[in-house]
Structures are given as structure tokens and as C-alpha cells.
């Protein structure tokens, strides 16, 4: 019997678990906090997907390009949105209820870039929480082998394949043997001082990915969302919000987001981020607002429960009163590479979700397509390892080497807060090449340093090496990332190898 390990929980880990498993597999699911201690758990606004008679996939996948900047791969997108309306279906099939209108079919959101209203969501905001608890217990039902509190430390590689992975539950390590694994443990948003990401979001996967030698792309398209509150711990105010009707203002309360693009707060996400900061730069650093005062109490409760709580135990009453917001690392559109059913270069090791690079993305992430991808490419892989024999040939970018820079000696101590503020300041929202070559060498030093860090540490580490090499690389503006030094938006003219572009285009 195939035995198949997943190392995450999310959408994209127990969708491929659970294909796996139905496809005859043994199959261990590995998570380093309880299972539903995920990114997936924390997703709003909601999964995008063509179910209405009104919209088309041509118009998803078109927005998912343009969204992309030009830079998503064609394939990639038309396997998402082809397959979105059958990974919909198994969804509520498997329990999550989606929310309905008065006649029965499902409740469509509009949310930026998007077209049509395609965006679906249940309970109102919490649409990740609904299909965490769906899939979870669709998972716990077929006695799944779940090994929560159990952290990855690597994969273990013999021959050129991998066979296990390495893990480390209550200071013990052991070695778990599998003829496949499956990479799907998420983002890395603690890169960054400000993000919407949980804790747990440190880059395990790609890191152990990056260390075993498969390739990694598109390191340098990090997501900025443009709402998370400003008061109290980082949460996120879903786009959702403001494809109701909500809008972004100024302390003078003017609007400012369509003085950067003619769709104003429904702009692409990367372009309303900038338009944040551009817009707090010129305050004094202090917040903007966003102002739902038009929705009404009611409908804010009704529409967005969660994000109505958590702004209302932060003494804050939106339905009278703006309330402050700032942008925030919220999406990693880069990650191991990987073929359309989740195939890495390396044999036997595939990746899903955020962890992946699959190129559905492009340059920036459309709004709802990163639940999507998880369903989506989480039951192509699950499916793919349950049947493969033999490996094919997984095409990759040109890899891009570490950042030739010196070791700074003026680096301070290293912390995990010393590293996320220095990836905001230098790696963030707005990027130059003096910032990104002074974060390289305090980077390089601190990886110089042989002292012992933890292993989150060390995947942070290591991955803002290559997030930072990344964005050296290519030094032309293009979706999510943002050069000051060159502010051109084409998506052809990048300073990466031809092999690349070609690629990514």
C-alpha cells in the first residue's frame, strides 16, 4: 500500500489527504499545531469560483491573469477556474454550508479585480473556518493517521528522492518513511513585522524544500493586504468589506485610492497596498480609515460576524465611525515549484497551496483564488501521488543565486523581531536596491552566526535570504513587487534569464 505523508492541515493538505485516502492510500497527515490550527481557518472573504449562469471561466480566468499582471501561467489558470465548480460541489459535499439567498442558490460576493460576483462564502466572514471544521472532520471520520504538535525539520532525501521527512514532537525527533510526501504547510507572513498571517506561518515547507534542493520561483511576489486593523493584534478587514461599499479615506476623509487607479478601493490588491502607505507617508505615518458607515449596523453584523466582533472588542463602533487601517504581509504568490498536479523537481515530493509555486498567480494573487488553488491542486496532487510510477521531467525557472553581498559587520543581534522589521523596512511593500542590498548583508551575517536558532527561526531566516535575492534579481516593478528605482509596470521587461520569463509568461 502507498503511503503518503501530508505535512500541513489547511485546505490544500487534507484535500490531498483525503483524495489520497479515498484512492487506496495509507496516508499520515502531520501539522505542527492542532489540526485546525491553520491559514485556511483565518480566510473571510471568501473561495472564487464560476457557479452562476451569468459569469463565465473565461472571465475568471482573465481576471486571474490581469490580476497576475500578465505573469500567470495559462495552464495553471485554466485548470483553476475549469475545475473550481467540481472542488465546489465536493466541498458541499462535504459538509460546508455556503451561504444561500432567498431562492436557494448560492450567495456571490464581489470583491476586487473580480468581474462578476463569483466570490462564495459561509457564515457570513468565516468561510475558512466553515471548511476547516468540514474538512477536518471529513478527515477524522477516515481515520486518517494525524500527528498534530509535530513540527517538520526536514526531508529526508536518498538516491535523489525523497522518502520521509524529519520531525520533532515534544523534543523528540524521529524519522517518518513514506513513498510520497506532500508539501503543504503554508506561507511565510512572519517574514514581515505586519502581517495577517497566525503564528504558525513561517515558511516550514519552502524552507525544507530550498535546503533538500528543489526549486523554489517568484520569491519576490510577496502580497500586501491593504486592511488589517491598526488597533490591537493584527486582524485582517476582508476585501469583502469594500466590495460591499466600503471606502478608504484620508484624515482629511477624502478618498484617495482612485488617485492611484481608476477602480479605487476595488483595485488589485498590490496597487490599493501602496496606496495606503502613500497615503499614511503623507500623514505622518498615522493610519487611513476605512469607512463602512454606509453599510449599517446590521447589514455588518450580518454580512461580517467575525470582523464585526473583533472590531467591536477593540472599543470600535464601524458602523458610526471609520476605523484605522494599515497594509500587511498577508500572501506568498512564489514557493516550490511545481507541475500541474503538484510534482516538484524532486521526485516523490510534491507541494500545494501557498506552499507551491504553481503559477496560477502570477506577479499578484486575485481575491478568493487561494482557497480555490488549495481544493483545486490539493486533490490533483493527493490523486497524483496515489497513482504515479514513474517521475516526469518538472520544468523550473533559472534558479536565483544568494545575493553577492558582503557580510555587514555593523549587523545587529539577530531576533525574529530584528529580521520582521528589517523585511518591512527593506523588503516590504516598496522596495529600492540600496534597501534590499543592506538587508542582504545583514542576512548574510546573521547566517554567518553558528549559534543555535530554533528551526522556525532558521526557515525565516533562510527564506529571507532567497526573498531578498529574489527581488534583487528582478528590478522592474510588476504586480506585488515594487522597485522605487524602477517603477515600470510591464510585465516583459524584468531583469531575470530569458528561460525564466519565458516560463512565468
Known sequence: ???????????????????????????????????????????????????????????????????????????????????????????????????????????????????????????????????????????????LDVREHTVLRDLVVEGGRVVGIDVESGGVRR??????VILATGGAGQLYAHTTNPASATGDGIAA?????????????????????????????????????????????????????????????????????????????????LDATGLGAARLAQRFPTIDAAVRARGLDWSREPIPVTPAAHYFMGGVVTDLDGR?????????????????????????????????????????????????????????????????????PFSRPALQQLMWDDAGLVRDDAGLRRAAGILAAWSADTRPRGAEDDALLLLARHVVAAALARTVSVGAHFRSDEASSSPTAVSVPATQEAFAC
Not at 495559462?74 to 475549469?82: G, M, Q, S, Y
Not at 524519522?175 to 510520497?180: C, E, P, S, V
Request: net charge negative.
Open 344 to 412: 516538484t523537481t524532486m521526485p516523490g515530493l510534491y507541494a500545494v497551496g501557498e506552499t507551491a509555486r504553481t503559477g496560477v498567480h502570477g506577479a499578484n494573487r486575485l481575491a478568493s483564488n487561494s482557497l480555490l488553488e488549495g481544493a483545486v491542486f490539493g486533490a490533483r496532487a493527493g490523486e497524483a501521488a496515489a497513482s504515479d510510477t514513474a517521475w516526469p521531467n518538472v520544468d523550473a525557472p533559472a534558479a536565483v543565486p544568494l545575493a553577492a553581498v558582503a557580510p555587514a559587520a555593523d549587523a545587529p
Open 1 to 143: 500500500m502507498t503511503h503518503v505523508i501530508v505535512v500541513g492541515s489547511g485546505i490544500a493538505g487534507l484535500t490531498a489527504a483525503l483524495h489520497a485516502a479515498e484512492r487506496g492510500c495509507r496516508v499520515t497527515v502531520v501539522t505542527k499545531g492542532a489540526l485546525a490550527d491553520t491559514n485556511t481557518r483565518w480566510a473571510q472573504g471568501g473561495i472564487a469560483a464560476v457557479t452562476g449562469a451569468d459569469d463565465s471561466l473565461a472571465s475568471h480566468a482573465a481576471d486571474t491573469i490581469t490580476a497576475g499582471a500578465g505573469l500567470g501561467d495559462r495552464d495553471a489558470v485554466e485548470t483553476l477556474v475549469a475545475e473550481g465548480p467540481t472542488r465546489i460541489a465536493e466541498l458541499v459535499r462535504r459538509g460546508v454550508a455556503f451561504d444561500r439567498g432567498a431562492d436557494g442558490d448560492f450567495a456571490r460576493g464581489l470583491e476586487a479585480a473580480h468581474a462578476r460576483p463569483r466570490v462564495l462564502h459561509a457564515g457570513g466572514d468565516a468561510t475558512g473556518a466553515a471548511i476547516q471544521s468540514a474538512l477536518g472532520a471529513a478527515a477524522r471520520a477516515m481515520t
Open 209 to 289: 524544500a530550498l535546503r533538500a534542493g528543489a526549486a523554489v520561483a517568484d520569491l519576490e511576489f510577496v502580497q500586501f493586504h491593504p486592511t488589517a486593523l491598526a488597533v490591537g493584534e493584527a486582524f485582517l478587514v476582508s476585501e469583502a468589506v469594500r466590495g460591499d461599499g466600503a471606502v478608504l479615506v484620508d484624515d482629511a476623509g477624502r478618498r484617495f485610492a482612485f488617485d492611484a487607479h481608476p477602480d479605487g478601493e476595488l483595485a488589485p490588491r498590490d496597487v490599493v497596498a501602496r496606496a495606503n502607505a502613500r497615503a499614511m507617508a503623507a500623514q505622518g505615518g498615522r493610519p487611513v480609515r
Open 175 to 180: 524519522r517518518l518513511r513514506a513513498d510520497a
